[in-house]
Every structure is written in C-alpha cells, then in structure tokens.
C-alpha cells in the first residue's frame, strides 16, 4: 500500500515510506445517545489507534448521529475488520468504508 517492504542483509525488513500513504476514513450513522461516541471510539483504542478526524453531528431530529473518523496507515484489510467491528455495536445502522490518498512533503519522516 504506502510502503514497500524489501528484506535487508541481516534478515530484518525495513519500511520505505513513500511520499504517499492512504488515510481510510469510516462513515457511520448511528442511534443518537450519550455513550454511542465512545463505543464507536473504543474500536480504535483496542488497537493502539488515533484517529486523525472525528466529526460528529446529529441529525435535525436528534435520533441520529453522522460521523467521519479519517485514520492513515491502514491497509485496506484492517480498514476492513475495524468496519465490521463498528457495524457489529448495537446502534449502529450503517458504516461505510473507504480511503483516500494523501500527499506527505517528501523528507518528513512517517
């Protein structure tokens, strides 16, 4: 994805990052209630993760919340499981799924 991977002399991998890397970004609809934020949050929390983003806003009617969590460094398959992670909690009506490429200033260190 935005690394490539090449052994080195003495058995170790080394990551090369490329100036690139992808930032998947989760959208969800859930029930509108007072610990829905954290449960959604806990998701990434377990696996040692910050999201870059978190946007919420609820619906004109309050029974709703949309949100927009970004994370970069993600490969498509933990993108994958962390989107089924947030559709398995109760509340949860919807979670979409997708990335986007974003440009690094090529010399800063990932």
Not at 16 to 36: K, L
Not at 49 to 62: K, N, Y
Not at 69 to 84: F, S
Request: with cysteine; charged share 20%.
């Amino acid at each position: 994805m935005s690394e490539a991977t090449t052994p080195a002399a003495n058995g170790r991998t080394h990551h090369h990052h490329s100036p690139r890397s992808a930032t998947a970004c989760f959208t969800v609809c859930a029930d509108a209630g007072p610990g829905m934020l954290g449960r959604l949050l806990e998701g990434f929390a377990k696996r040692g993760l910050t999201p870059e983003r978190v946007h919420a806003q609820l619906s004109g009617d309050g029974e709703t919340m949309d949100l927009d969590l970004q994370v970069t460094g993600l490969d498509g398959d933990q993108a994958t499981i962390i989107g089924e992670t947030l559709r398995a909690i109760v509340g949860v009506r919807a979670v979409l799924v997708g990335a986007k490429a974003t440009a690094r200033p090529i010399g800063v260190a990932a």
